[in-house]
């Protein structure tokens, strides 16, 4: 019963570098989204998927890229990390009309 | 876009107290969730509401969907210092591109043994 999973928990990047975070759920939901958190700026939608083969743009998409692998994955990635996207991004799943389930985050720094 | 406003931001509040926060918005949702985000970790799902005037119970959680489906609040009653954590509501409509969350801001609540 592990939910959503994200790897990896913690990560710090130079400006420039890029990398990949991966998600993935085991409740065979449909619809999988990328969220950024801030401090005092809540949760800000990034990317989602609202189905396996589908991507849409959220709030804050720029810098950003996903790829939704198959229905269990849904990965985001930076190509050029900038100190701006130093955050805890959070991977979250859902079904039906049913809240999301979230992963436990991963907090990026960015230097 | 859609915005929620919750408020209070933070609280700090006696051991025992009961703890009152709320959720507004200027349009109208079909679903309010409440979430609980411990320190380090990501969002809890506390309560759901399905319906507008609708009341739900969870242990010493209370919540209600406002009856203009533009507003919920969220009780607790005799806080406990495991009560600690940044409190967020949620709005959800659903199907396409409006199936997604908006999320408030938080309430970062605080308890004093």
């Known amino acids: 019963n592990a939910g959503v999973t994200q790897t990896p928990k913690f990560q710090v990047l130079k400006t420039g570098q890029s990398m990949t975070l991966q998600c993935a759920q085991d409740?065979?939901?449909?619809?999988m989204y990328w969220y950024r958190q801030d401090p005092g700026m809540g949760l800000r939608l990034i990317y989602y998927s609202a189905s396996e083969g589908t991507t849409d743009k959220g709030e804050v998409p720029n810098g950003y890229n996903v790829s939704r692998l198959n229905k269990r994955e849904f990965s985001l990635r930076l190509e050029s990390a900038a100190p701006s996207q130093t955050s805890v991004y959070f991977c979250a799943s859902r079904q039906g009309s049913f809240g999301y389930t979230f992963g436990s985050g991963t907090r990026l720094t960015v230097v | 876009g859609q915005q929620l406003n919750q408020s209070p931001q933070s609280m700090f509040i006696q051991e025992g107290e009961d703890v009152s926060m709320n959720c507004t918005s200027s349009?109208?949702?079909?679903?309010w969730l409440w979430y609980k985000q411990d320190p380090g970790e990501g969002p809890v799902l506390l309560i759901a509401l399905y319906k507008a005037g609708e009341l739900t119970s969870n242990g010493r959680l209370t919540a209600q969907f406002g009856i203009t489906r533009k507003d919920s609040f969220l009780n607790i009653s005799a806080s406990i210092p495991s009560d600690v954590g940044i409190y967020f509501c949620?709005?959800?409509?659903?199907?396409?591109?409006?199936?997604?969350?908006?999320f408030g801001k938080g309430t970062k609540l605080s308890v004093k043994p």
């Open positions: 949620a709005g959800l409509n659903y199907g396409g591109s409006q199936g997604n969350l908006i």
């Open positions: 409740m065979n939901h449909n619809s």
């Open positions: 349009s109208i949702f079909n679903t």
